[in-house]
């Protein structure tokens, strides 16, 4: 349920849209009192709208707002703790599971006491988004799909199982179910309105679209100029349950864009520059802003691309605000027409709209970049901001050789075991299209289609050796693809659908074949990865690579059929066609205008309505899945994934015996530069002389 605070400075106005009437918070009428907001960064009047809304005197009080407005003098110089309360909460299925257990817990507790259960209910909308799971284990034939659903189904019963009780059981909580797509991607084209409403003692209050989620890459949808960003369980729980996330009000960078992308280069170019200038500027604990000329260039897609890759460049989000664009994507994926118009009057009124005409912000620091400087990129061997202009990556790989001590061996060919080829230190063993980094901007999916449109019909394959995937953020994403003829050349260079899901940027690449492993591991290879995701750590994308490499999605196809990280792909052939001529990148890359042309003709809103009509109802085997209905969860004492929680285990009524400060914690874990969540536990296979193999062994 929706509430608001006692609105001591008199902020609370109405909002007449096309004769429908909305409350809402103006900043106007508090500038009015407490100085003026113009060049108050666009993230920070989404936090000022936030106190002002929630003044209670108690938690927020009229200080906190001042504070706020008088950032403007102090560029967050001076620091101070607020109390923010997001409109929602995104969850997946890892990380997210927990706190559904706990809330079945408290149900228990409450039943236990003789309370009613269905008192306990989410206080804040959460969506979980089941996205985590599915695995590559089958690529490269049709029906790898429906075989990596099934493993998918069978591994994950007893979460699935539970969530989607939790689905039947909670108010304000929702379930997507596993095949529909990526918990970002799925946020960005349906959950995410940019201005959200609530009722509030019969009255509609609308106010701006924010959450906080269970995955660092929640900040994706400061794309859509709505603020949000990860974090921890507790943090997320806590909001669910609508309490307050304490923050210092922070620091903002402003990030000026200008010019225009020259012909030829990709959004994922542009981010990777993006990623390497905000890491050495140093932005962690701080909002970065874009601003500029640019971004009227920059299409929707391409911003929220930039967006999500916040955790790499370190800030708490990289926000874009509210702006032609923005309705434009609402309108293209299905938001309602009232929706739509509400963002536009809303962001108007409060000063949240930008265009030419919009006040410049103030900033605690400010970097530049002409994007028109952009060149092709790619990042690795195993850190995003480790950027690598594409016309010196083979050169860049011998360094990565060496380092590794192999470069004596670079031109070994070492045998597979079965197989009518060998594999050297470098070949790209994993080629896969994944992420909502990218399969979210409809331009580089495209030009990945264009590209393998014009290779297969020269009769260019991909080498024997690279295991192929392709895993979109989205169902209208296959749908496009199709539409425009592209899926099937896709499939020709083994790029064949492998499930909706995170798939191997997150770890679950699946095994590579066994020849292919065992060489690599006998002769203590340095094979390689190409990406279309966001991160690149060690270990992360495959036990048995060392060196891994983000790419946009034609790359990754271009790498498919190169074949190894070692040839030039700028200046040396890819391949032959089928008369024995040799076939360059620049003979099968696809201009602008083509890409242009298949996005026109190929994908419209209809496509998100359909996709999404339905989406909470999930694919037949998710329909399958039989639950005991009831107000409380049956626990299955043999589950070894779920089980119930002693937290709130005879609990009583009163705070006796019941409660008590947490005190001389002992330390969990002591770790030092560079060490992430892959070294300490793998989402995909974990590997025995891996960190987190030792420490279980």
Not at 190 to 200: D, N
Not at 285 to 304: R, W
Not at 435 to 442: A, D, F, K, L
Request: glycine share 8%; proline share 5%.
């Amino acid at each position: 349920m929706a509430t608001v605070g006692q609105d001591t400075l008199g902020t609370r106005r109405t909002l007449d849209v096309n004769g429908t009437e909305y409350d809402y918070y103006s900043l106007k009428k508090a500038a009015e009192k407490l100085g003026d907001i113009s060049r108050l960064p666009f993230t920070l009047k989404v936090l000022l709208e936030n106190l002002l809304r929630y003044e209670d005197g108690v938690t927020v009080s009229t200080d906190d707002v001042q504070a706020l407005v008088d950032w403007q003098k102090n560029l967050g110089a001076v620091t101070r703790e607020i109390q923010y309360r997001p409109a929602r909460v995104l969850m997946q299925d890892f990380t997210g599971v927990p706190a559904v257990v706990d809330l079945a817990a408290m149900r228990d507790a409450m039943k236990a006491m003789g309370g009613n259960p269905q008192k306990i209910n989410p206080l804040s909308p959460v969506d979980l988004v089941i996205d985590h799971s599915v695995m590559v284990d089958v690529a490269g034939s049709a029906t790898a799909m429906k075989q990596n659903v099934d493993l998918e189904m069978s591994r994950n019963a007893e979460r699935y199982q539970f969530l989607k009780w939790g689905q039947g059981s909670f108010d304000n909580f929702s379930a997507v179910p596993p095949g529909t797509g990526i918990c970002h991607q799925v946020n960005l084209e349906y959950i995410a309105k940019t201005v959200w409403t609530a009722e509030v003692d019969g009255r509609t209050v609308a106010y701006p679209d924010t959450c906080v989620g269970t995955d660092s890459h929640t900040t994706m949808i400061n794309g859509l100029a709505v603020l949000g960003w990860g974090v921890g369980g507790i943090e997320a729980e806590a909001a669910m349950l609508g309490q307050p996330v304490s923050m210092l009000i922070p620091e903002v960078v402003g990030f000026k864009l200008t010019g225009k992308l020259q012909e030829g280069i990709t959004a994922t170019d542009l981010v990777l520059r993006v990623v390497e200038m905000l890491r050495e500027l140093g932005v962690v604990g701080k909002f970065v802003e874009f601003y500029g000329s640019a971004l009227a260039e920059l299409t929707l897609a391409d911003q929220a691309t930039i967006a999500n890759m916040a955790p790499e460049y370190g800030a708490t989000c990289g926000f874009f605000p509210v702006s032609v664009q923005t309705l434009e994507f609402l309108r293209l994926t299905g938001r309602t027409e009232e929706n739509i118009a509400l963002v536009e009057a809303y962001a108007k009124e409060q000063g949240m709209w930008l265009d030419e005409n919009s006040p410049e912000p103030v900033y605690t620091k400010t970097l530049e970049l002409d994007i028109s400087t952009i060149e092709p990129n790619l990042s690795g061997p195993k850190r995003p901001q480790d950027r690598v202009a594409l016309k010196v990556a083979a050169s860049a790989f011998d360094n990565v050789l060496t380092d590794f001590g192999k470069l004596t061996e670079k031109a070994t060919n070492f045998d597979v075991e079965g197989a009518d080829h060998g594999i050297r230190h470098g070949d790209v063993v994993i080629a896969a299209i994944t992420s909502c980094t990218n399969t979210s901007n409809p331009g580089v999916m495209m030009a990945a289609g264009l590209l393998a449109r014009k290779a297969n019909e020269l009769g260019l394959t991909k080498k024997p050796w690279v295991k192929a995937s392709l895993a979109p953020g989205s169902q209208v994403v296959t749908e496009y693809l199709e539409k425009a003829g592209l899926q099937h050349h896709l499939d020709a260079l083994g790029f064949n659908l492998v499930g909706y899901g995170c798939t191997t940027c997150i770890g679950n690449s699946g095994p590579l074949a066994a020849p292919i492993s065992a060489a690599i591991n006998s002769n203590d290879l340095v094979c390689t990865s190409v990406l279309s995701g966001n991160r690149n750590f060690e270990g992360r994308i495959s036990q048995d690579i060392k060196a891994n490499y983000l790419a946009s999605p034609p790359l990754v196809v271009a790498y498919a059929i190169a074949g190894s990280l070692t040839i030039d792909v700028t200046t040396e052939p890819l391949g032959q066609d089928r008369q024995g001529n040799d076939v360059y990148l620049k003979d099968v890359w696809p201009s602008n205008g083509e890409i242009s042309e298949a996005i026109a003709s190929s994908l419209n809103r209809e496509m998100f309505i359909d996709r999404y009509k339905n989406v909470f109802a999930g694919t037949d085997e998710w329909q399958a899945i039989k639950v005991a209905e009831g107000e409380t969860y049956a626990w299955d004492a043999k589950s070894t994934y779920i089980q119930h929680p002693p937290y709130f285990q005879g609990m009583s009524k009163t705070r006796e015996g019941g409660f008590a400060n947490i005190e001389g914690a002992p330390l969990l874990a002591l770790l030092g530069d560079s060490i992430t969540t892959d070294h300490i536990s793998p989402a995909g296979a974990i590997k025995a002389d891996s960190p987190a193999g030792e420490y279980l062994n």
